[in-house]
Nanobody, 117 residues
Framework: QVQLVESGGGLVQAGGSLRLSCVPS????????MGWYRQAPGKQRELVAS???????NYTDSVKGRFTISRDNARNTVYLQMNSLKPDDTAVYYC???????????WGQGTQVTVSS
């Protein structure tokens, strides 16, 4: 079992910034991949960004150039820096961690991000 503790959500005006944090209960380098998904009301959960253990990073097109995912191995934390936020970014953001083979995926409890226009 992997527990994930998220923090950093909140309410921000359009154009503002927020940083989300996710701390796993195991060594971060023991995980295959970590990342962030989001789910807006009435929509499916979608991938926002991911970072693999080897450092490969992926972003969904709508956040490229605005969001940055990073990993601090010493702090055992993954961050999602979100800049130039838009109302369309409003959603519950979920951290995930993939471990093992076959892969098992674990989820955080979610943190609300609300961007006002």
């Amino acid at each position: 079992q992997v527990q994930l503790v998220e923090s950093g959500g909140g309410l921000v005006q359009a154009g503002g910034s927020l940083r989300l944090s996710c701390v796993p209960s195991v060594r971060i380098l023991s995980l295959n991949m970590m990342g962030w998904y989001r789910q807006a009301p009435g929509k499916q959960r979608e991938l926002v960004a991911s970072i693999a253990s080897g450092g490969t990073i992926n972003y969904t097109d709508s956040v490229k150039g605005r969001f940055t995912i990073s990993r601090d191995n010493a702090r055992n934390t993954v961050y999602l820096q979100m800049n130039s936020l838009k109302p369309d970014d409003t959603a519950v953001y979920y951290c995930h961690a993939d471990v093992g083979m076959p892969v098992r995926r674990y989820w955080g409890q979610g943190t609300q991000v609300t961007v006002s226009s």
